[in-house]
């Protein structure tokens, strides 16, 4: 997966999970537990979309590193190298 | 013949819009189908019938505010002759109870065991650009969707409404489905959804602390072993079987609700009703202001992996502002968990005509003196709000502690 591939399902997601979010005003650096609020619920909602998506699973300890836009491309990464 | 009306979604509901009829005459409908969309100030709801039979006529079109009460829709039941749809039928006059927004509400549906359908196919549209269509008077069949799976979103109906008007399209797809000739556009005045709801929040909060004398119990219960065991169950679970800890909570108090039943349902003219069902309300935060508390059914006899399903179906659609009347209307208790907010202790205010509210604060790492040592433990603050006209601190004392006892053991949740 590329990084704008994954950018862009991080977006749809998120996008699903709240709707009333300006996707456009998101910055990609900042977790989005403060940025927008996202609960629990929400984290695990992108979690889940992510793992359907690339077939990673991601244990629950690593949920704060997938918690922003720039986060997740790079935890994504670092995960696809280790299973190669 | 058999009315279909608008049903009163709550204790603070007076109003509903029927944004969307999803049926149309000649359809025939069973218990439990979804048959329309109706905003009310506080959400999207979608609509159950809990009759059978044919569709006969619609009575209120789409766009159209009644009160609740209001005679929405003809339909024969099971049995009955299909007749001729009266077509000198009087318009309805509004037969909303004459009653303040604060008096009684109709006794919500309990121990209503039929599950809850998947709601059928349309064009996807999010509610939020619903409404906004209907604000801006933009018509749906000519907007093309662009959100996933193409949805129409709220930009694209904005889109549309700057757009110079397209050709006319095919009258039959711009006809309101069986409703009137659409030569009186929808009458729906624009909603501001979150005055709204601070209004109706308001008028319900109000009236519970103007007629609830409650009563207030907290302790705090060591959740060593529920979070140890929840950590090991999840490290087996494939992250899309995960549980939240706020499963544990939901199916703790259920569970507690049961056996001490004071808890459990109605204060209903001068009288407490109590529920054979325990449907626990969650209060879910929006994050542009504002809360709401649907219900998870008969949450006392599903496993912890079903309360999941349903916990995470709920919140997605509430966040999306989307419930259905049976979740919005039937709530025995309701739970409040304001630990994701880091707030350590809450004391609910009862929604009415519930009688009790269990509150959850955050989880977090105290001493702990046990068997003459004192350790670091997982710890959080519960707290139940009573209706001491349904019950006392002795019963209610008792919950707590059934409560806590619950979730020592985890595993037999």
Redesign the interface.
Known sequence: MTDEEIKALFL?EL???????ELSEIDPAVDLREQ??L????I??L??AI??ATGV????ADYPQMASLNGCVAYLHSRTRQER | MADFLMPSLGADMEVGTVLQWLVKPGDVVKRGDIVAVVDTEKATIEVEIFLAGVIQKIVVPEGEKVPVGTLLALLTTDGEAVTAVPEAKPKPAAPAPVVSPLAPPTPPLVARPTPIPAPPHRPRI?P?AMRVAMDLKVDLATVQGT??EGAI?KADVERAAKAPPPPAPEPAVAAPIAGPAPTAPPKAAPIDHRAAMRKVIAAAMARSKREIPHYYLGTHIDMSNATGWL?VE??KR???D?L?YSVLLLKAVALAARQIPEMNGFWIDGAFKPSEAVHVGVAISL??GGLIAPAIHDVDKKGLGEIMVS??DL??RV???VLRSSEIADATITVTSLG?QGVETVFGVIYPPQVALVGFGKIVERPWASGGMVGARPVVMASLSGDHRASDGHRGGLFVATLERLLQEPEKL
């Not at chain 1, 996008?15 to 979010?21: L, S």
């Open positions: 749809r996008h699903r999970i709240a709707p009333e979010v927008i609020d609960d629990s619920m929400d695990l909602n979690a889940i793992h359907e699973d991601i244990p629950e | 999010s939020l959100g996933p979103t950590q999840n490290l494939p992250v899309t995960r939240l994050r542009q916990l995470r919140v997605k966040r999306a502002g994701e």
